[in-house]
């Protein structure tokens, strides 16, 4: 295992709250977790370059993403060039352009890039579609096909902001599956964003509870689950924040 | 039939429509993406074309364009009443239309699309040619058919600065003008037919761009 890792360390100033995003994403599943505007997406965002932080660091490795300076001076890595796959929430498959034109839209420069879209494509159990548009696609298909996008320019990094969320759950299961094995056989650094708690359960290898911008907990989920930091993350999880051990059954 | 009147209608028109294409795209995607200072002001001198008096527009063109004007005084380059001034008459009363057609189809594209493609290693520009332009194009191109229908008809400002030469400036429009004074009605009725099925062939393929296509449901997702 590579020692590659992402690192978040960011203030912005949002309309409604402050975001205080610090932590470490080595090669696993970190599931950001927390209600919609909690700053989730404004992570992600900043991590793929789609947003200035105000001030901070990102770095993933030795390749610096974001650097503020003394004097309002910046250092930004435009986001064509962190090679960071992002997973968006309504998938945000080009709409003109078929399954396999969507895969191959990041190779477009190399001779081999309709090869490997279609691999990719097969490996997501969807070679059969690659000439069909994305509107001719189920939401599930359609999932695939964004991964497959995301992973067409091999990132290290991959982003997903709630990407299981509009899917029934047999689809979900099967994805969650597909997720887990990719990361693994990648190596792939996945920052995963959801507020549903199952699925936060169902793939993370860690868990860091978002809250108005900040991150009030980081941890494997069952510790999380176990030791709560505060009643703020005994809410996010929706457990009563009455009761020392509320999980406990006596 | 005046066949001269009809080449230079179609001559005029085609340079005019593409220059609309190049600088109404060029206003359009600008006015579309972006905000800058003075915006408003910017739109507002774009747009007066479409409810100045043509002679008004007219006798700007050839405050703009004849003598005393940098063309003539340091280019040396005289067009007034000739065929280019009618092409440029005509391009700057379609240009409004293209404008706000363009304008609204590249606003219109959901900016997730965009960045998505940055994130796929995309520049602005190609963002703007495998994406926006893509995604715009039935309004692109709508505001185009507007534009050169407009700018085939134009009369009033054509007339003020390129004149009414036979052969030489005289548009299709114009030769109407002429025509029904002269009393020549058959060949006004010739002329008459050609520019309304050329505007009703424009309008209707406008309206079945903005017809949903049998795809255009996916497409805004």
């Given at each position: 295992?590579?020692?590659?890792?992402?690192?978040?360390?960011?203030?912005?100033?949002?309309?409604?709250?402050?975001l205080r995003v610090r932590m470490e994403v080595g090669a696993e599943i970190l599931v950001l977790f927390g209600p919609s505007g909690a700053g989730k997406t404004?992570?992600?965002?900043?991590?793929?370059?789609?947003?200035?932080?105000?001030?901070?660091?990102?770095?993933?490795?030795?390749?610096?993403?974001?650097?503020?300076?003394?004097?309002?001076?910046?250092?930004?890595?435009?986001?064509?060039?962190?090679?960071?796959?992002?997973?968006?929430?309504?998938?945000?498959?080009?709409?003109?352009?078929?399954?396999?034109?969507?895969?191959?839209?990041?190779?477009?420069?190399?001779?081999?890039?309709?090869?490997?879209?279609?691999?990719?494509?097969?490996?997501?159990?969807?070679?059969?579609?690659?000439?069909?548009?994305?509107?001719?696609?189920?939401?599930?298909?359609?999932?695939?096909?964004?991964?497959?996008?995301?992973?067409?320019?091999?990132?290290?990094?991959?982003?997903?902001?709630?990407?299981?969320?509009?899917?029934?759950?047999?689809?979900r299961q099967r994805l969650h599956q597909d997720l887990m094995t990719l990361q693994r056989e990648e190596q792939l650094i996945v920052v995963y964003v959801t507020?549903?708690?199952?699925?936060?359960?169902?793939?993370?290898?860690?868990?860091?509870?978002?809250?108005?911008?900040?991150?009030?907990?980081?941890?494997?989920?069952?510790?999380?689950?176990?030791?709560?930091?505060?009643?703020?993350?005994?809410?996010?999880?929706?457990?009563?924040?009455?009761?020392d051990e509320p999980l406990r059954p006596e | 039939m005046n066949w001269s009147a009809l080449q230079l209608s179609l001559q005029v028109t085609l340079v005019a429509?593409?220059?609309?294409?190049?600088?109404?795209?060029?206003?359009?995607?600008?006015?579309?993406?972006?905000?800058?200072?003075?915006?408003?002001?910017?739109?507002?001198?774009?747009?007066?074309?479409?409810?100045?008096?043509?002679?008004?527009?007219?006798?700007?063109?050839?405050?703009?364009?004849?003598?005393?004007?940098?063309?003539?005084?340091?280019?040396?380059?005289?067009?007034?009443?000739?065929?280019?001034?009618?092409?440029?008459?005509?391009?700057?009363?379609?240009?409004?239309?293209?404008?706000?057609?363009?304008?609204?189809?590249?606003?219109?594209?959901?900016?997730?699309?965009?960045?998505?493609?940055?994130?796929?290693?995309?520049?602005?520009?190609?963002?703007?040619?495998?994406?926006?332009?893509?995604?715009?194009?039935?309004?692109?191109?709508?505001?185009?058919?507007?534009?050169?229908?407009?700018?085939?008809?134009?009369?009033?400002?054509?007339?003020?600065?390129?004149?009414?030469?036979?052969?030489?400036?005289?548009?299709?429009?114009?030769?109407?003008?002429?025509?029904?004074?002269?009393?020549?009605?058959?060949?006004?009725?010739?002329?008459?037919?050609?520019?309304?099925?050329?505007?009703?062939?424009?309008?209707?393929?406008?309206?079945?761009?903005?017809?949903?296509?049998?795809?255009?449901?996916?497409?805004?997702?």
């Open positions: 295992m590579e020692a590659t890792s992402l690192k978040i360390d960011v203030e912005k100033r949002l309309a409604t709250f402050n404004q992570t992600l965002n900043a991590v793929a370059g789609l947003t200035t932080p105000d001030s901070g660091e990102i770095s993933l490795g030795d390749t610096p993403f974001f650097r503020s300076g003394s004097n309002g001076h910046a250092f930004n890595l435009p986001p064509r060039k962190r090679r960071v796959g992002y997973v968006f929430q309504q998938y945000a498959l080009f709409p003109h352009l078929t399954a396999l034109e969507n895969v191959a839209y990041a190779l477009w420069r190399q001779p081999s890039a309709r090869e490997r879209a279609h691999g990719l494509l097969e490996r997501m159990h969807l070679a059969q579609l690659s000439s069909r548009y994305p509107h001719e696609l189920s939401g599930g298909q359609q999932q695939r096909v964004a991964i497959a996008r995301a992973l067409a320019m091999k990132p290290r990094v991959l982003l997903m902001d709630e990407p299981f969320s509009a899917l029934d759950s047999p689809t507020h549903n708690l199952a699925d936060a359960f169902a793939v993370g290898h860690r868990l860091a509870i978002m809250r108005e911008g900040r991150v009030e907990q980081v941890g494997v989920p069952e510790d999380v689950r176990r030791n709560p930091a505060n009643p703020l993350v005994l809410a996010a999880l929706g457990l009563p924040a009455a009761g | 429509t593409a220059a609309l294409f190049a600088v109404g795209l060029a206003l359009g995607v600008l006015l579309g993406r972006y905000k800058f200072r003075g915006q408003i002001v910017f739109e507002t001198v774009i747009f007066l074309p479409l409810v100045l008096p043509p002679s008004v527009l007219g006798y700007f063109l050839l405050l703009a364009l004849g003598r005393g004007s940098p063309l003539v005084e340091w280019f040396h380059l005289q067009i007034v009443f000739t065929w280019p001034a009618a092409a440029i008459a005509s391009a700057i009363v379609g240009l409004p239309l293209m404008v706000q057609a363009s304008r609204a189809a590249v606003a219109s594209v959901d900016p997730v699309l965009e960045n998505a493609a940055r994130t796929l290693g995309s520049s602005e520009w190609e963002v703007l040619w495998r994406v926006t332009l893509p995604l715009a194009r039935r309004g692109v191109v709508a505001g185009l058919i507007l534009g050169s229908a407009r700018a085939l008809g134009e009369f009033g400002a054509t007339l003020m600065v390129a004149g009414n030469i036979p052969g030489r400036t005289q548009t299709l429009p114009l030769a109407v003008y002429d025509a029904v004074q002269a009393r020549r009605y058959e060949e006004a009725n010739v002329m008459l037919l050609v520019l309304t099925t050329l505007a009703f062939a424009g309008l209707w393929c406008v309206r079945r761009l903005e017809q949903p296509a049998y795809r255009r449901g996916a497409e805004r997702r």
